[in-house]
């Protein structure tokens, strides 16, 4: 696996990887502001065909927009990104799609869990994002469009875009042939 924007610090084994995530870091595209930033921490490996990717991640959200989860990328103005993200103290599930513009869709989740479970699978062009609070029971945030390339990078993802940084650790990310 490789690192777009590596953070300062990180450590990984055991199934298991640990970072934190930079202050003034994300993946946004021109939307609302016409802002555009790609400095967001992105840990991939390049995947060909469909699959499906899943991951468990938790972090210590304080700020305002921290985000972690699953990251779907095939250049800087065609992918998307997935997990929790942080608004005005409280958790929320999260996917935005960006194809050269970003949009964004959440879903409040009240109590905030410890963690979230995201499910991502791709078929042709077509992705669908699932997550869950209790690794059993999943439900779809979104299913979009992306790309039809054959080879995408997948993996995980975190920024804080308005905060100091903040922890976060992913476990069981696996990624398999469908």
Not at 55 to 62: H, K, N, W
Not at 131 to 150: C, K, P
């Amino acid at each position: 696996m490789q690192w777009l924007n590596e953070p300062q610090h990180w450590e990984a084994g055991d199934g298991t990887l640990r970072f934190a995530a930079g202050a003034a870091t994300d993946f946004w595209r021109k939307t609302h502001n016409d802002s555009i930033v790609d400095n967001g921490h992105f840990y991939y490996e390049v995947v060909s065909g469909d699959f499906e990717a899943e991951v468990r991640v938790s972090g210590q959200y304080g700020a305002l927009y921290d985000q972690a989860g699953l990251m779907v990328r095939l250049d800087e103005t065609i992918w998307l990104k997935t997990g929790i993200e942080f608004m005005y103290g409280v958790q929320h599930a999260s996917a935005v799609v960006t194809r050269d513009y970003s949009d964004w869709s959440i879903v409040p989740l009240s109590p905030s869990p410890e963690a979230i479970y995201m499910h991502l699978k791709r078929a042709g062009g077509t992705f669908e994002i699932q997550y869950s609070v209790d690794s059993f029971s999943f439900s779809m945030i979104r299913q979009a469009h992306l790309t039809t390339a054959h080879s995408v990078q997948v993996g995980m993802m975190a920024a804080a875009p308005q905060g100091a940084g903040f922890e976060v650790a992913f476990d069981g990310f696996r990624i398999q042939s469908s």
